[in-house]
């Protein structure tokens, strides 16, 4: 079943001793739409340090997640100081420290073998991982039809065992209730980080005719299978 991003942000990290933070964002890969990172806000524990942690090694736990390493380690694990975007160096010294095997190594997404998305263009950061990106950040952002304006991102949903992203939610309404709508990852044409705004291989009409969504309803194998099909997307994955 797939889940909002609220699921994860905010809930509180324990290490094997103690508290290490909380959960302020989850980094993706906008070429597969798999999430590489929690970023970790350690508060006055570790002041103006921010931790990135493999989402696959914290275990829900009540209303938090835990994961297994110790308050010293997280302390004594490499450190960038600098804010977004994070350096693949980074990351693999990351890897190296806790002994952990990379993402880049292989591992498979949620329902099966999820089909390559070709790399997004638009607006590049100057450093760092090119591909990587901030859920929180891309969270209002416009939505655009191949003619027009239609919304914003309202959410995205994920799948909480393989941290893939298989749908994006989207509201057509700019800050106003409106029709919601799920779309695929494979319809993005393009990010665009300085003007907020990702744009969807289809139409306004096609967006509005598409199957409505009510956040009550649970997501699950057989929905995201009829949305692909809905979409004309492959669905032998799912």
Known sequence: MLRKSAFALGRSIEATDGPIGTVTDLLFDDASWTIRWAVVDTGSWLTGRRVLLPPN?????????????????????PSEETDMPVSRRHEAQLFTYYQWDPYWMGGAPAFGAMPFIPPIVGDQPVAGDEHLRSIVRLKDY???????????????????????????????????????????????????????????????????????YDPSMTIDRDRVRALYSHYGLPTNWI
Not at 162 to 167: E, T, Y
């Open 57 to 77: 090694q914290l275990t829900p736990a009540g209303e938090g997640f835990t994961v297994p390493l110790t308050c010293q380690q997280v302390k004594d694990s």
């Open 142 to 212: 416009i939505v655009r039809a191949t003619d027009g304006e239609i919304g914003h991102v309202a959410d995205l949903l994920i799948d909480p065992q393989l941290w893939s992203i298989p749908l994006i939610e989207i509201a057509t309404r700019n800050w106003l209730p409106g029709r919601k709508v799920l779309l695929a990852p494979g319809l993005v044409d393009a990010l665009d980080w300085l003007e907020r705004a990702v744009s969807f291989r289809r139409t306004k009409a096609e967006i509005e005719a598409a199957p409505e």
